[in-house]
C-alpha cells in the first residue's frame, strides 16, 4: 500500500498566540489563518499573515483605502490597509490573497486589530458592473434568484456555518448515546406516509414493454423518498438504535414559508422499547444538543444574537431547548381550544387534524413562560387521521380509538417533530394495511396483494420487537433557533413549487 506523502505547506503555527491551531503555508515564512481565528485570537503582531478572501467593500481616501475582507468564516469582515496603487485593481467579490502584518488598530472598538497589507495578489476579479451583491441591503426574495452567490452574504454564511455546527452537535449526541447512524435510500418502492404527495421516477429512455417490464428502468413505479422510517425500522432490528439525517421530497404544492418539495430530515428508531417517553426523551435531547451550544456562546449563536431585531427573542428559544417539554393529549388540547375565546378560523373539532392556527395557541398557551418557549408534546391523536403504522393505544380515552403517537409543537414554526410506537405484531399490522384500503381485506394476504411493502411485513414475521421512532424537520428546527422566518433561508439550495434555479 501506497503511503500518502506529507503536504509540506501543511505545518504548525508557532508563536504564543497561534499555538495549538493549524494553518496553510504559501512559504515556510508565512501562515494563513481563516478570519475568524484571526478575529478572535487577536494576537498582537505577526509579520507574514497571509488572508484570503472575497472583497466585501472598498473605501479609497487620497493617502490610503480601506478594503473589508471576508471569508465565509465570520460574520465580520476584516480591515485590510492598503494604498491607493495597491487597491486600484480592487472592487467588491474579487478574490484576494493578502500577505502583510498583523497590527493593533487605532480604532480597537470597531476593530482590535487591522492587516496593513504589503503583497497584493488577485486570484479571481470580479466585473464591478455587473456584479449583483453590492455593499448594500439585498431583500431574501432578490437573494433567492441567486442561490449560487447569495452565501456570500455575511447572513447567510453565518446561517450556513450554524447548520454545520448543528449538524456536528446532534452526530456527538448520537454517537455517544450508542445510536447507528446510517444512510438510508433516497429511491424507494413505497409512499411511507400513504398521502400521495410523492415525485415519480422515471430515466430519459425506455425499453419495450414486456409481461414482466413495464419498460422504465426499474421495471416498476419508484418515487424519490417522503421518510427513512420504514428503512430505519429495519436497520433498527439489526444493530439497535439507528438514526439518518437525509433528504426527503414533498410534491405538495404548497407556496408558505414553511414548506420545501426538498428538505431535510434527521430520523430515528429505538428498538426494544415499549414506551413511548423513551423516544420522545431522544427527541428532547437532539433538540438540547443544538441550544446547549448556542447558549454556551458559540461564536455563530453570537453572531445570530448580533443581528436579531429581538435581542430577547432567540435566548428565549435556546432557553427552551433545555427545559422539560411539556405534553397533553390530543383530546386535552381539543377541549383547551374548544374552551378558549379566541376566534379560530377552523373550528377545533375531535377527529380532525390541527390546522396550523391551533398548533401556534397551543404552543404558545402551553409553552411560554416569562424567561424560556418551551416546545410542547402533543400526543394520542385519532388513529383515523394517522398512517398504518402507528401503534393503537392499549386504553382509549373516552372509547375514541387513538394511537401512541406525538407531535411536538413550537411557536411561529408549529409542528417539527412527528413519531410515534410503530406496531410490531403481523395480524394487528394486516388489520390497519386493510383498514386503510392498502390490501385487498380477508386473511394474510398473499405476496402479489403485498405488493411493494412485502418486506415490510416480513420484519414482522421473523423476530419483530416493540420500537417506535421519530422525524424532525431539520430545516424548521433551525430556522426557528435563528429567528429566520422563511424555511427557505436555511437551505443552500431551496426548491419548491415552481421554483428550481440551480
Same mark, same amino acid.
Given at each position: 500500500?501506497?503511503?500518502?506523502?506529507?503536504?509540506?505547506?501543511?505545518?504548525?503555527?508557532?508563536?504564543?498566540?497561534?499555538?495549538?491551531?493549524?494553518?496553510?503555508?504559501?512559504?515556510?515564512?508565512?501562515?494563513?489563518?481563516?478570519?475568524?481565528?484571526?478575529?478572535?485570537?487577536?494576537?498582537?503582531?505577526?509579520?507574514?499573515?497571509?488572508?484570503?478572501?472575497?472583497?466585501?467593500?472598498?473605501?479609497?481616501?487620497?493617502?490610503?483605502?480601506?478594503?473589508?475582507?471576508?471569508?465565509?468564516?465570520? @460574520?465580520?469582515?476584516?480591515?485590510? *490597509?492598503?494604498?491607493? /496603487?495597491? !487597491? #486600484? &485593481?480592487?472592487?467588491?467579490?474579487?478574490?484576494?490573497?493578502?500577505?502583510?502584518?498583523?497590527?493593533?488598530?487605532?480604532?480597537?472598538?470597531?476593530?482590535?486589530?487591522?492587516?496593513?497589507?504589503?503583497?497584493?495578489?488577485?486570484?479571481?476579479?470580479?466585473?464591478?458592473?455587473?456584479?449583483?451583491?453590492?455593499?448594500?441591503?439585498?431583500?431574501?426574495?432578490?437573494?433567492?434568484?441567486?442561490?449560487?452567490?447569495?452565501?456570500?452574504?455575511?447572513?447567510?454564511?453565518?446561517?450556513?456555518?450554524?447548520?454545520?455546527?448543528?449538524?456536528?452537535?446532534?452526530?456527538?449526541?448520537?454517537?455517544?448515546?450508542?445510536?447507528?447512524?446510517?444512510?438510508?435510500?433516497?429511491?424507494?418502492?413505497?409512499?411511507?406516509?400513504?398521502?400521495?404527495?410523492?415525485?415519480?421516477?422515471?430515466?430519459?429512455?425506455?425499453?419495450?414493454?414486456?409481461?414482466?417490464?413495464?419498460?422504465?428502468?426499474?421495471?416498476?413505479?419508484?418515487? @424519490?423518498?417522503?421518510?427513512?422510517? *420504514?428503512?430505519?425500522? /429495519?436497520? !433498527? #432490528? &439489526?444493530?439497535?438504535?439507528?438514526?439518518?439525517?437525509?433528504?426527503?421530497?414533498?410534491?405538495?404544492?404548497?407556496?408558505?414559508?414553511?414548506?420545501?418539495?426538498?428538505?431535510?430530515?434527521?430520523?430515528?428508531?429505538?428498538?426494544?422499547?415499549?414506551?413511548?417517553?423513551?423516544?420522545?426523551?431522544?427527541?428532547?435531547?437532539?433538540?438540547?444538543?443544538?441550544?446547549?451550544?448556542?447558549?454556551?456562546?458559540?461564536?455563530?449563536?453570537?453572531?445570530?444574537?448580533?443581528?436579531?431585531?429581538?435581542?430577547?427573542?432567540?435566548?428565549?428559544?435556546?432557553?427552551?431547548?433545555?427545559?422539560?417539554?411539556?405534553?397533553?393529549?390530543?383530546?386535552?388540547?381539543?377541549?383547551?381550544?374548544?374552551?378558549?375565546?379566541?376566534?379560530?378560523?377552523?373550528?377545533?373539532?375531535?377527529?380532525?387534524?390541527?390546522?396550523?392556527?391551533?398548533?401556534?395557541?397551543?404552543?404558545?398557551?402551553?409553552?411560554?413562560?416569562?424567561?424560556?418557549?418551551?416546545?410542547?408534546?402533543?400526543?394520542?391523536?385519532?388513529?383515523?387521521?394517522?398512517?398504518?403504522?402507528?401503534?393503537?393505544?392499549?386504553?382509549?380515552?373516552?372509547?375514541?380509538?387513538?394511537?401512541?403517537?406525538?407531535?411536538?409543537?413550537?411557536?411561529?414554526?408549529?409542528?417539527?417533530?412527528?413519531?410515534?410506537?410503530?406496531?410490531?405484531?403481523?395480524?394487528?399490522?394486516?388489520?390497519?394495511?386493510?383498514?386503510?384500503?392498502?390490501?385487498?381485506?380477508?386473511?394474510?394476504?398473499?405476496?402479489?396483494?403485498?405488493?411493494?411493502?412485502?418486506?415490510?411485513?416480513?420484519?414482522?414475521?421473523?423476530?419483530?420487537?416493540?420500537?417506535?421512532?421519530?422525524?424532525?424537520?431539520?430545516?424548521?428546527?433551525?430556522?426557528?433557533?435563528?429567528?429566520?422566518?422563511?424555511?427557505?433561508?436555511?437551505?443552500?439550495?431551496?426548491?419548491?413549487?415552481?421554483?428550481?434555479?440551480?
Amino acid at each position: 500500500m501506497v503511503q500518502p506523502r506529507p503536504r509540506p505547506h501543511l505545518l504548525r503555527c508557532v508563536g504564543q498566540a497561534f499555538k495549538g491551531c493549524r494553518a496553510t503555508h504559501s512559504s515556510s515564512d508565512s501562515y494563513r489563518l481563516s478570519i475568524a481565528r484571526l478575529l478572535d485570537d487577536k494576537p498582537a503582531y505577526a509579520k507574514d499573515v497571509v488572508v484570503t478572501g472575497f472583497v466585501r467593500s472598498i473605501r479609497n481616501q487620497k493617502q490610503r483605502s480601506f478594503a473589508s475582507i471576508g471569508d465565509g468564516s465570520s @460574520l465580520e469582515s476584516l480591515q485590510a *490597509l492598503l494604498t491607493p /496603487a495597491q !487597491a #486600484q &485593481s480592487l472592487s467588491t467579490g474579487t478574490a484576494v490573497r493578502f500577505t502583510g502584518s498583523w497590527r493593533p488598530s487605532p480604532n480597537p472598538k470597531a476593530q482590535s486589530h487591522e492587516l496593513h497589507v504589503a503583497d497584493v495578489d488577485i486570484i479571481g476579479p470580479a466585473e464591478a458592473s455587473t456584479f449583483p451583491l453590492q455593499k448594500k441591503y439585498h431583500t431574501p426574495e432578490y437573494l433567492r434568484t441567486m442561490p449560487h452567490l447569495r452565501t456570500r452574504v455575511p447572513l447567510n454564511s453565518t446561517l450556513l456555518r450554524f447548520r454545520s455546527d448543528a449538524i456536528a452537535a446532534v452526530t456527538n449526541m448520537f454517537y455517544k448515546d450508542g445510536f447507528t447512524q446510517s444512510h438510508t435510500p433516497i429511491i424507494t418502492s413505497s409512499d411511507c406516509e400513504g398521502a400521495g404527495e410523492v415525485f415519480h421516477l422515471d430515466s430519459s429512455q425506455k425499453g419495450p414493454k414486456t409481461k414482466d417490464d413495464d419498460g422504465t428502468f426499474f421495471r416498476a413505479p419508484k418515487y @424519490l423518498t417522503v421518510s427513512s422510517q *420504514l428503512h430505519l425500522e /429495519a436497520l !433498527a #432490528q &439489526s444493530v439497535g438504535n439507528v438514526w439518518t439525517l437525509s433528504p426527503t421530497f414533498r410534491a405538495e404544492k404548497s407556496d408558505t414559508a414553511r414548506h420545501l418539495s426538498e428538505f431535510y430530515m434527521l430520523e430515528a428508531e429505538i428498538s426494544f422499547t415499549e414506551d413511548m417517553n423513551d423516544v420522545m426523551r431522544v427527541v428532547q435531547n437532539t433538540i438540547g444538543a443544538i441550544t446547549k451550544d448556542l447558549e454556551s456562546g458559540s461564536r455563530v449563536g453570537k453572531e445570530l444574537l448580533s443581528v436579531s431585531p429581538d435581542l430577547d427573542l432567540l435566548p428565549r428559544r435556546w432557553r427552551g431547548g433545555s427545559r422539560d417539554f411539556p405534553k397533553v393529549t390530543y383530546t386535552e388540547a381539543i377541549n383547551i381550544l374548544r374552551s378558549s375565546s379566541h376566534q379560530f378560523e377552523y373550528e377545533p373539532r375531535w377527529g380532525a387534524g390541527l390546522q396550523a392556527e391551533h398548533e401556534r395557541y397551543i404552543a404558545n398557551e402551553l409553552g411560554t413562560s416569562w424567561d424560556a418557549s418551551v416546545p410542547v408534546f402533543v400526543t394520542h391523536y385519532p388513529k383515523v387521521i394517522k398512517p398504518f403504522y402507528m401503534l393503537s393505544t392499549a386504553a382509549n380515552e373516552n372509547s375514541r380509538e387513538t394511537v401512541d403517537c406525538f407531535d411536538l409543537l413550537v411557536p411561529e414554526a408549529c409542528e417539527i417533530v412527528g413519531g410515534s410506537m410503530r406496531e410490531h405484531r403481523l395480524e394487528p399490522l394486516i388489520k390497519s394495511m386493510q383498514a386503510c384500503k392498502m390490501i385487498p381485506p380477508g386473511p394474510i394476504p398473499s405476496d402479489d396483494e403485498l405488493g411493494e411493502l412485502k418486506w415490510y411485513i416480513d420484519l414482522r414475521r421473523w423476530g419483530s420487537v416493540p420500537h417506535g421512532g421519530f422525524g424532525l424537520g431539520f430545516d424548521r428546527l433551525l430556522a426557528y433557533l435563528a429567528g429566520v422566518p422563511n424555511i427557505r433561508e436555511m437551505v443552500t439550495f431551496p426548491r419548491w413549487v415552481g421554483r428550481c434555479e440551480c
